[in-house]
């Protein structure tokens, strides 16, 4: 492996990573675990006085809902972007899930976007607005909007986007149509 801009790592000449990370996503996951940790102490060590149902409904409340930001945020604390040969690749979170691969083939273009925020696009997370296409927002900053021949765009946030959209674009050339026919 060799050393790429801002830290990216390149395991071989085919193949470009890139990442974006939102440290404050780990705050969030922190609100989760407390959460999931109130439902449980309500479990184990409660005396209320207004019976069953209430405490049952609080306790699985919690967890619900502990469980739900917990596992919500961790899945967008980072993105990795590859791009190898014929493939582009995106994973979010610690076990890559959700991922998409889209195959390059499947890529009409893609642009430098200066300014991605989670506001335009609804909040952080995997993201999809009628207007706008679908996008992977984990922070704010530089992304890359793909343009792809069904006539969707898939946006994701990736620190030094300039880079991985001169590699798409120069893997992009032997796969446009030839305009002759």
């Known amino acids: 492996m060799r050393d790429h801009p801002r830290g990216a790592r390149v395991p071989h000449p085919g193949v470009w990573t890139g990442r974006a990370t939102n440290r ?28 069953t149902a209430p405490l049952v409904m609080a306790v699985v ?54 300014h991605v925020t989670p506001r335009h696009w ?8 009628p207007e706008k296409g679908t996008a992977v927002v984990v922070r704010r900053g530089e992304g ?14 990736v620190d030094d986007a300039e880079a991985a959209v001169t590699v798409i674009r120069d893997r992009l050339r032997p796969n446009r149509p030839d305009p002759a026919g």
């Open 24 to 51: 404050m996503q780990w705050l969030l996951a922190l609100i989760g675990a407390a959460c999931l940790a109130l439902g449980i102490v309500l479990a184990v060590d409660s005396a209320w006085s207004s019976g």
């Open 61 to 114: 409340g919690c967890i619900a809902a502990g469980l739900l930001v917990l596992f919500g945020t961790l899945a967008f604390v980072h993105v990795a972007l590859r791009v190898d040969e014929d493939h582009l690749e995106v994973r979010c979170g610690h076990i890559g899930l959700p991922r998409r691969r889209i195959p390059l083939s499947h890529v009409a273009g893609a642009e430098f976007v200066p």
């Open 122 to 129: 609804g909040g952080w997370g995997y993201r999809w607005r």
């Open 144 to 157: 890359i909007a793909l343009s792809l021949w069904d006539g969707h765009t898939f946006t994701i946030t």
